[in-house]
Protein backbone atom coordinates (compact mmCIF):
# COMPACT_ATOMS: atom_id res chain seq x y z
CA UNK A 1 0.00 0.00 0.00
CA UNK A 2 1.51 3.38 -1.09
CA UNK A 3 1.23 5.84 1.65
CA UNK A 4 -0.08 9.48 0.88
CA UNK A 5 -0.74 12.21 2.84
CA UNK A 6 -2.07 15.64 2.62
CA UNK A 7 -1.46 18.74 4.36
CA UNK A 8 -1.78 22.92 3.89
CA UNK A 9 -5.53 23.12 3.49
CA UNK A 10 -7.03 26.49 5.17
CA UNK A 11 -9.04 29.77 4.45
CA UNK A 12 -7.99 31.93 1.84
CA UNK A 13 -9.78 35.28 0.83
CA UNK A 14 -10.99 35.59 -3.17
CA UNK A 15 -8.21 36.13 -5.60
CA UNK A 16 -5.64 34.38 -3.01
CA UNK A 17 -3.09 31.40 -3.44
CA UNK A 18 -2.43 28.54 -1.40
CA UNK A 19 0.07 26.00 -1.83
CA UNK A 20 -1.19 22.11 -0.79
CA UNK A 21 1.45 19.72 0.30
CA UNK A 22 1.64 15.46 -0.28
CA UNK A 23 3.57 13.57 1.02
CA UNK A 24 3.58 10.16 -0.73
CA UNK A 25 6.08 6.83 -0.36
CA UNK A 26 5.41 5.83 -4.11
CA UNK A 27 8.78 4.85 -5.79
CA UNK A 28 10.91 7.00 -8.26
CA UNK A 29 9.82 5.03 -11.57
CA UNK A 30 9.04 5.73 -14.55
CA UNK A 31 5.40 4.40 -14.23
CA UNK A 32 4.49 6.02 -11.11
CA UNK A 33 2.57 9.68 -10.64
CA UNK A 34 0.86 11.63 -8.05
CA UNK A 35 -1.95 13.47 -8.17
CA UNK A 36 -4.57 15.91 -7.17
CA UNK A 37 -8.23 16.05 -6.70
CA UNK A 38 -10.83 17.67 -5.25
CA UNK A 39 -14.48 17.16 -3.83
CA UNK A 40 -16.40 20.32 -4.26
CA UNK A 41 -20.35 20.42 -2.74
CA UNK A 42 -22.45 19.06 -5.12
CA UNK A 43 -20.11 17.79 -7.50
CA UNK A 44 -18.43 14.14 -8.17
CA UNK A 45 -14.85 13.86 -7.51
CA UNK A 46 -12.43 15.96 -9.99
CA UNK A 47 -9.26 15.40 -11.32
CA UNK A 48 -7.00 18.25 -11.02
CA UNK A 49 -3.34 17.41 -12.30
CA UNK A 50 -0.87 14.32 -11.89
CA UNK A 51 3.01 14.58 -12.23
CA UNK A 52 4.92 11.44 -13.27
CA UNK A 53 7.70 10.99 -10.56
CA UNK A 54 10.95 10.34 -13.19
CA UNK A 55 10.15 12.46 -15.92
CA UNK A 56 8.69 15.36 -13.92
CA UNK A 57 6.04 15.17 -16.82
CA UNK A 58 2.40 17.02 -15.80
CA UNK A 59 -0.80 17.32 -17.22
CA UNK A 60 -3.45 19.49 -15.71
CA UNK A 61 -7.55 19.37 -16.07
CA UNK A 62 -9.05 21.92 -18.16
CA UNK A 63 -10.96 23.68 -15.92
CA UNK A 64 -7.32 24.81 -13.45
CA UNK A 65 -4.75 24.66 -16.08
CA UNK A 66 -4.32 28.26 -15.89
CA UNK A 67 -4.38 28.71 -12.03
CA UNK A 68 -2.75 25.30 -10.81
CA UNK A 69 0.54 24.43 -11.05
CA UNK A 70 1.88 21.46 -9.61
CA UNK A 71 5.34 20.25 -8.60
CA UNK A 72 7.35 18.24 -6.87
CA UNK A 73 10.59 17.60 -4.68
CA UNK A 74 11.83 14.15 -5.60
CA UNK A 75 14.15 13.42 -2.65
CA UNK A 76 11.74 14.67 0.19
CA UNK A 77 9.28 12.19 -1.75
CA UNK A 78 6.68 15.60 -1.94
CA UNK A 79 4.33 16.87 -4.59
CA UNK A 80 2.78 20.26 -4.37
CA UNK A 81 0.37 21.76 -5.91
CA UNK A 82 -0.12 25.67 -5.83
CA UNK A 83 -3.64 27.49 -6.61
CA UNK A 84 -3.54 31.20 -7.75
CA UNK A 85 -6.43 33.29 -7.86
CA UNK A 86 -8.80 31.27 -6.14
CA UNK A 87 -12.65 31.99 -6.06
CA UNK A 88 -15.41 30.10 -3.76
CA UNK A 89 -15.95 27.91 -6.72
CA UNK A 90 -12.51 26.14 -5.69
CA UNK A 91 -14.01 25.49 -2.16
CA UNK A 92 -13.80 22.05 -1.30
CA UNK A 93 -11.84 18.86 -0.02
CA UNK A 94 -8.32 18.53 -1.80
CA UNK A 95 -7.02 14.87 -2.25
CA UNK A 96 -3.77 13.75 -2.87
CA UNK A 97 -3.22 10.58 -5.05
CA UNK A 98 -0.67 8.09 -5.90
CA UNK A 99 -0.50 5.37 -8.56
CA UNK A 100 -0.67 1.47 -6.94
CA UNK A 101 0.76 -0.22 -9.69
CA UNK A 102 2.74 -0.39 -12.93
CA UNK A 103 -0.34 0.69 -15.39
CA UNK A 104 -2.07 2.63 -12.53
CA UNK A 105 -1.36 6.14 -14.58
CA UNK A 106 -2.32 5.47 -17.60
CA UNK A 107 -6.13 5.86 -15.75
CA UNK A 108 -7.36 8.89 -14.81
CA UNK A 109 -7.83 10.03 -11.11
CA UNK A 110 -11.47 9.53 -11.77
CA UNK A 111 -10.82 6.02 -11.84
CA UNK A 112 -9.77 6.05 -7.97
CA UNK A 113 -9.49 2.48 -7.79
CA UNK A 114 -5.96 2.63 -9.40
CA UNK A 115 -5.06 4.90 -7.13
CA UNK A 116 -3.73 5.03 -3.37
CA UNK A 117 -5.52 7.96 -1.49
CA UNK A 118 -4.99 10.31 1.26
CA UNK A 119 -7.51 11.54 3.62
CA UNK A 120 -8.09 15.05 2.29
CA UNK A 121 -7.37 18.84 3.30
CA UNK A 122 -10.26 21.01 3.30
CA UNK A 123 -9.26 24.53 1.31
CA UNK A 124 -12.31 27.02 1.69
CA UNK A 125 -12.12 30.43 -0.04
CA UNK A 126 -14.63 33.13 1.32
CA UNK A 127 -14.65 37.05 2.16
Known amino acids: QVYVEESGGGSVLPGGSLTLSCRHS????????VGWARQTPGKEREGLARIWIASNSTVYAVSVQERFTISQDIYRNMVYLRMDDLTPEDTGLYFC????????????????????WGQGTQVTVSS
Open 26 to 33: AAYSSYNC
Open 97 to 116: AASRTRRSCHYSLSQSDNYS
